[in-house]
């Protein structure tokens, strides 16, 4: 005798037994394209479009979608909301965040899986439906389906942004130095240093290759860029000591205990740096100590010195790569 058992039903492209709004935002800077998938919309998508920048008019149309929903299944349902990070930062992410009945999140763009098996087509309309299922397997607890940016606090982001800064301003003070000695390169000159104090008393003693005067072109051109490269001295000596004032004043949150990092104003920039945006100092606690007992307790020069270093890896561990401690010449 035959059996035969009840055939399931052909699985939808949706779930539709959702309990919240699930919404995707492409953001750009004319137009703001909106893709949702409410409950009890028989797994159909819904596109709106909002002007970009208008967050009070896409908080008016979360509102309707909200309104929409509870007029279908009379209930009303919290949105989930998600976007990709990138040149519009997280103040969107944290004027959402200020609805309680809206979940936000920010997904980096390259961790979201697509198709390789062609050149993908790549439209606002095939995004938002991408980043609508991304969102469902998220929130259905999916292992690896994306990765979701962890948006820092408001304060945090303004300290990261003095180190941002200094950054950026000594980029160009090395584009301007090489442009001056590329200058002067071409006149046969090798040895002038930009950064040196006396520079303008040193450009009017150059002699070019050829045993003549720097011509009167290209020595306003230098003239110029000497201009800007002391705007940039300038600037950067005022960012570090933003800089300084606020590693000094984290430093004095610190318990005496652990508050044994050596100064701002030391040689060693790179942990400056990474404890300005926000690390924590305890653990390069005492690392000064721990050098000098790994050299002490070793009978050669090589054996002291692989000690060493295995001492300055287990540290830079504690803080990642950009913190590695500077290597002691002993």
Request: proline share 4%; charged share 30%; with cysteine.
């Amino acid at each position: 005798m035959l059996v035969t058992a009840d055939q399931p039903e052909a699985p939808a492209a949706f779930r539709v037994d959702l309990g919240a709004i699930f919404v995707s935002l492409e953001l750009s800077k004319s137009t703001w394209v909106i893709t949702s998938l409410s409950p009890g919309a028989c797994a159909k998508l819904s596109r709106h479009t909002v002007a970009g920048g208008d967050i009070a008019g896409l908080l008016a149309r979360f509102g309707e979608l909200r309104a929409k929903a509870q007029a279908r299944s009379g209930n009303r349902y919290p949105l989930v909301v998600i976007h990709e990070a990138g040149l519009d930062g997280f103040w969107i992410d944290r004027r959402l965040h200020q609805e309680d009945w809206i979940e936000s999140h920010v997904v980096d763009a390259a961790s979201i899986s697509v198709s390789r098996r062609r050149r993908r087509v790549k439209t606002d309309k095939i995004d938002g439906e991408t980043m609508v299922r991304t969102l469902l397997a998220y929130k259905r607890g999916e292992p690896r389906v994306c990765s979701m940016v962890k948006v820092p606090a408001a304060e945090e982001d303004d300290r990261r942004r003095i180190c941002r800064e200094r950054k950026a301003l000594v980029g160009e003070r090395t584009l301007h130095i090489n442009r001056t000695k590329g200058l002067l390169f071409s006149q046969g000159i090798t040895s002038y240093e930009p950064l040196r104090r006396d520079r303008r008393v040193r450009l009017e003693e150059l002699r070019s290759g050829d045993d003549r005067a720097l011509p009167d072109h290209p020595k306003a051109h230098i003239c110029r860029e000497l201009d800007r490269l002391e705007l940039l001295l300038e600037q950067i000596k005022t960012v570090e000591a933003e800089r300084d004032a606020l590693l000094t004043e984290k430093r004095e949150d610190v318990p005496s205990s652990a508050a044994m990092l050596p100064p701002p104003s030391s040689t060693r920039k790179v942990c400056t740096e990474t404890s300005t945006i926000g690390g924590s100092l305890q653990p390069m606690r005492g690392w000064r100590r721990r050098l000098g007992e790994a050299g002490r307790s070793t009978v050669n020069r090589a054996s002291r010195k692989q000690a060493i270093r295995a001492c300055e890896r287990r540290w830079s561990s504690c803080r990642g790569r950009g913190c590695a401690i500077s290597r002691t010449r002993r």
